[in-house]
């Protein structure tokens, strides 16, 4: 890569990250070009140039940061962690991402973007799905999912529970505590209500 392409990156990277930043306080169809321009310093056509338009740009922003959730997600799925750090990994990491982007706003984006929508479906159904099941497999062949339990089963619970993480997180936010309600959250989700690690 020469000297121009590297300033190049920089500046479209800058960019993006810049229309990050934004998203997560401001509806994307309130902001503007002019308002992404002069927050990252650089022209309106330069931003024109690199995207073409605020909804490519958009689109651009939240496909690059589900590619980098989805590789973290990943790579720690594969690295030497127990059945219950992975399945907690998955929980709190829903917390942070949900935190950076609401949910309100991952539904609207992609309900306005069929491309998009499409991307995310596909990345879903070919990544974060067969590697959830190869954990819950990891955990029957550990004993810590009984055999009574399907992997079909564990996974529709596993997304029962994340359908309604918006509802979790506003609560946990409205007690005072995040981090305590979301450990009784983990608790809950390996024990029960009553059952005792």
Not at 32 to 58: C, H, M, P, W
Not at 127 to 144: F, R, W
Not at 150 to 157: H, K, P, S
Request: with cysteine; charged share 30%.
């Amino acid at each position: 890569m020469n000297g121009f392409e590297k300033r190049a990156n920089l500046i479209k990277e800058k960019i993006m990250k810049t229309t990050l930043e934004m998203m997560r306080t401001s509806d994307p169809k309130r902001i503007r070009i002019a308002d992404i321009s002069k927050a990252a310093n650089v022209s309106q056509v330069t931003i024109y140039n690199y995207f073409g338009s605020k909804e490519a740009l958009v689109r651009e922003v939240f496909m690059d940061y589900v590619d980098r959730a989805i590789a973290d997600f990943e790579a720690y799925m594969n690295e030497d962690h127990t059945f219950k750090e992975k399945i907690e990994h998955i929980i709190l990491q829903k917390t942070g991402t949900y935190r950076e982007i609401p949910p309100r706003l991952i539904g609207q984006i992609m309900m306005e973007d069929h491309e998009l929508s499409q991307y995310i479906e596909k990345l879903f159904s070919e990544k974060t799905v067969p590697l959830t099941v190869q954990i819950i497999q990891e955990g029957k062949d550990s004993g810590e999912i009984p055999e009574s339990v399907t992997v079909e089963g564990a996974l529709a619970f596993i997304q029962l529970y994340m359908n309604q993480y918006e509802v979790m997180l506003e609560m946990a936010e409205r007690s005072g505590d995040v981090d305590k309600l979301f450990e009784s959250m983990v608790h809950m989700f390996f024990y029960g209500i009553c059952g005792k690690p």
